[in-house]
């Protein structure tokens, strides 16, 4: 349990350094390097026996290259799309799910036929298909490094300030967004670490839990597709409510699972919940974008994910401790809809203030020009006062 939950840290964890080389070296590089460790961390683990090398070799090295390589996969949409930007990042994002829904079934199937050493090795194929992808990658707006190296006529590194781009942090709006969402995601992983557990508990051996997180893939994958269309056709920072309301549902959701007697309204619960984590997941690029503008978008992106490491990690061992206490999750269920409710409230408050951000750009220019009217105007004042005293005299000579 610690060697996968260190790999889901790691890869949120990792996720500034990796925009910041994004913004030095651009996406293919990046994503190719990232697609190389991954690789050597999966087979090498492959050839481990023992426990303890398992939290280097997977927990860090596959972790590491899986959060090189998915970064960029991010950034690099917003290169090529700008009107479909989110049916893309749908498109692309589905593909988690559709895996999410087949993996389990194809990993049972080859641990049980060739076991779990040759099944981390067969896993090596996926691993290199995603470094190879990686050489795909054509980035259309120039890297840090790039443009330093162009106003000084020779390849240089950049100055730390624009290594690590923190001017990201002085957009309101983007600040808001970057602390309101990790607020929201103390009890958002919550159902998913603890739901099958939950329904052991509570059905026993009648039901089969791995039912619910088909149903959660399902819907999951849906969701990115048509909430990634959706969000093309809502301007601007506005597409914030979408997220707003994935909160709100999955918030409500999470606090009825105590409440489910049946397990059929456990299923019910598991599609609106995979719906909306869908709509949640598929408009992190389009809205980075929206609020940072697509030079700053990469460093954005990877200080959110990286503010998102703490709440996805703290979030699940708590709900556990509750469960120790109280011997049932049904508290911990209750409490982990309340974070989404708090954070989808806060991210309310981005559209009016991106608005008003944007309205004071738009003052600035107006004002540099009546200043300078006003000073031209001084200026001709100044020199017809100073030409008056000159007429008089050259008409009195």
């Known amino acids: ?10 890869v949120f964890f990792c996720s500034p350094i990796v925009s910041i080389f994004t913004d030095l070296f651009g996406c293919r590089k990046v994503a190719v390097i990232g697609g ?4 050597v961390g999966l087979l090498s683990s492959s050839f481990v026996s023992t426990i303890e090398p398992l939290y280097f070799t997977y927990g860090i090295l ?7 390589a998915y970064q960029p996969s991010l950034v690099i949409l917003g290169h090529y799309f700008k009107k479909r930007l989110g049916l893309v ?3 692309v994002t589905a593909g988690s799910s559709l895996f999410t829904v087949s993996l389990p079934f194809l990993l049972t199937v080859l641990i049980d036929s060739v076991d779990l050493y040759n099944t981390l090795r067969v896993l090596c194929i996926l691993m290199f298909v995603l470094f190879l992808a990686g050489f795909t990658y054509k980035p259309l707006v120039p890297n840090t490094k790039d443009k330093e190296g162009g106003k000084k006529g020779k390849s240089k590194f950049p100055p730390a300030k624009k290594i690590c781009n923190f001017s990201v942090f002085k957009v309101l709006s983007y600040r808001i967004w970057a602390f309101g969402i990790p607020a929201a995601l103390f009890g958002y992983f919550v159902p998913y670490v603890h739901l099958m557990k939950h329904v052991k508990d509570k059905f026993g051996d009648s039901v089969r839990e791995e039912v619910l997180l088909l149903c959660l893939g399902i819907t999951s994958g849906v969701g990115r597709l048509v909430f990634g269309r959706v969000a093309d056709y809502i301007p601007g920072a506005k597409k ?29 619960v598991c599609l609106f919940m995979g719906l909306f984590d869908g709509c949640f997941i598929c408009i992190m690029a389009p809205i980075a974008f929206e609020l ?3 030079q700053n978008v990469s460093q954005a992106i990877g200080f959110l994910l990286g503010l998102m490491s703490v709440p996805m990690t703290v979030g699940p061992p708590i709900a556990g401790l ?11 269920f209750y409490l982990a809809g309340v974070p989404p409710l708090i ?5 309310c408050f981005i559209p009016w203030v991106h608005e008003r951000q944007k309205l004071k750009e738009r003052a600035k220019p107006v004002d540099g020009e009546t200043t300078e009217k006003m000073l031209e105007n001084e200026s001709t004042l100044v020199s017809d006062a100073t030409e008056k005293p000159v007429k008089e005299l050259d008409s009195g000579f």
Not at 322 to 332: E, I, P, Q
Request: include cysteine.
């Open 1 to 10: 349990a610690w060697v996968s939950s260190l790999s889901m840290g790691m």
């Open 36 to 39: 190389a460790v991954g690789l």
């Open 62 to 68: 596959f972790a590491c290259g899986c959060s090189f």
């Open 89 to 91: 990042n749908g498109i």
């Open 240 to 268: 914030v409510y979408l997220q707003v309301a994935s909160f709100f549902f999955i918030g409500l959701m999470s606090m009825m699972i105590p409440l489910c007697n049946v397990f059929g309204a456990l299923i019910a």
């Open 292 to 294: 940072v503008g697509a």
């Open 322 to 332: 509750l469960r120790d206490k109280l011997g049932t999750y049904d508290v911990a």
């Open 343 to 347: 954070g989808g409230a806060i991210l």
